[in-house]
């Protein structure tokens, strides 16, 4: 389904992790590979650039850490990025080139773009999110279903099979997520769009979309 790839998502030139995903077609493609992927690529990286914190932790110089924030490998922080009080980065977490991870966000299995903001109470798990997407206050990335089934990606009346059982959020780039919203295991959303506050999404969101609720979804002007 071209509408999911990759290439309609993502501008690859705003990720540390471009190598990763030039090697598959859609995103999802990345979750099971992307702990192996910053064990190899943090042991690349600049020392001049990078501290390497534990075994598996590289943190960029310029980069800012809450003394509260709880971090935990493997995990690449790239330059200029900033982790605020409280964040819980569970592992296997790519955060981009001044992104923001707010107070009480967590992360897991997730690779953030660069100028991402996650700035407040925000789940993502299994997760991707576009150059300098934004998700307001509460927004969750569902990445379990409740019977445990493998997830498909509703688009065009059709059901894409994605062969993984976690599975949050695609999120592609300048996407805007509305306070409180929860994209549901499956969430594909196109790059420039908005989902209005208080959203329950599911499938695939067109790109330069307005949702506003289930079943209306109209394109901006």
């Known amino acids: 389904m071209e509408k999911l790839a990759i290439k309609n998502l993502y501008d690859l030139d705003h990720t540390i992790a471009k190598e990763l995903f030039e090697t598959i077609t859609y995103p999802w493609e990345a979750l099971p590979k992307i702990k192996d992927f910053i064990l190899e690529l943090g042991e690349k990286l600049d020392r001049n650039l990078f501290d390497k914190l534990d075994d598996d932790i590289w943190v960029a110089k310029s980069a800012k850490i809450a003394p509260s924030a ?18 819980f980065i569970r592992g296997s977490a790519i955060v981009g080139k001044g992104a923001v991870v707010g ?26 999110y576009g150059f300098k997407s ?9 990445n379990l279903k409740s019977d445990k089934s493998l997830v498909t ?6 059901k894409v099979e994605t062969g993984v059982k976690k599975f949050g959020a695609m999120i592609g780039d300048f996407v805007e997520v509305g306070c409180n919203s929860v994209m549901n295991p499956g969430t594909v959303v196109g790059r420039n769009s908005n989902v209005y506050p208080l959203s329950f999404v599911r499938g ?10 289930q079943g209306e979804v109209v394109k901006k002007r």
Not at 113 to 127: E, I, K, L, R
Not at 134 to 142: D, E, K, L, R
Not at 153 to 158: K, L, R, T
Not at 204 to 213: D, F
């Open 134 to 142: 934004h998700t307001g206050a509460g927004v969750i990335a569902s």
């Open 204 to 213: 695939y969101v067109e790109e330069s979309s307005i949702y506003k609720r």
């Open 103 to 128: 107070n009480s966000t967590e992360l897991k299995n997730c690779i953030l773009f660069d100028n991402v903001q996650v700035p407040h109470y925000n789940y993502v798990g299994d997760s991707i």
């Open 70 to 87: 709880s971090l935990n490998g493997p995990l690449i922080i790239d330059e200029d990025a900033e982790v605020r009080h409280c964040a």
């Open 153 to 158: 990606v509703a688009c065009d009346g059709e």
